[in-house]
């Protein structure tokens, strides 16, 4: 079981930045793989952000065609934490962004598919002002 805790959310205007982190707790963290995915008011939930786990200390990223550039997903296993770090937001970016978890690490293919992951947070609101 693995248990997820989202924070870092809040109001920011457009340009700017925020960090959002995902506490998880279970002792198979380090051998998951993790997402962010985010939804926005009547639309459907999407994939933003995924990284995975070697079994070493090489990690592959994936994400979005919409947060290229701007977003970096990253995981440090000693804290149990993953983060995701916005930059240039834009007022499209607003939206509920939850964490979610795998294990084990699904298909390059699949990592940014929802029904991939097993385990859910909670959530946390980033709003983007124009």
């Known amino acids: 079981q693995v248990q997820l805790v989202e924070s870092g959310g809040g109001l920011v205007q457009a340009g700017g930045s925020l960090r959002l982190s995902c506490a998880a707790s279970g002792r198979t963290f380090s051998r998951c793989a993790m997402g962010w995915f985010r939804q926005a008011p009547g639309k459907e939930r999407e994939f933003v952000a995924a990284?995975?786990?070697?079994?070493?200390?090489?990690?592959?990223?994936y994400y979005a065609d919409s947060v290229k550039g701007r977003f970096t997903i990253s995981r440090d296993n000693a804290k149990n934490t993953v983060y995701l770090q916005m930059n240039s937001l834009k007022p499209e970016d607003t939206a509920v962004y939850y964490c979610?978890?795998?294990?084990?690490?699904?298909?390059?293919?699949?990592?940014?598919?929802?029904?991939?992951?097993?385990?859910w947070g909670q959530g946390t609101q980033v709003t983007v002002s124009s």
């Open positions: 990284i995975s786990w070697s079994g070493g200390i090489i990690y592959y990223t």
């Open positions: 979610a978890a795998v294990s084990p690490v699904p298909s390059a293919q699949a990592m940014g598919v929802i029904r991939s992951y097993d385990y």
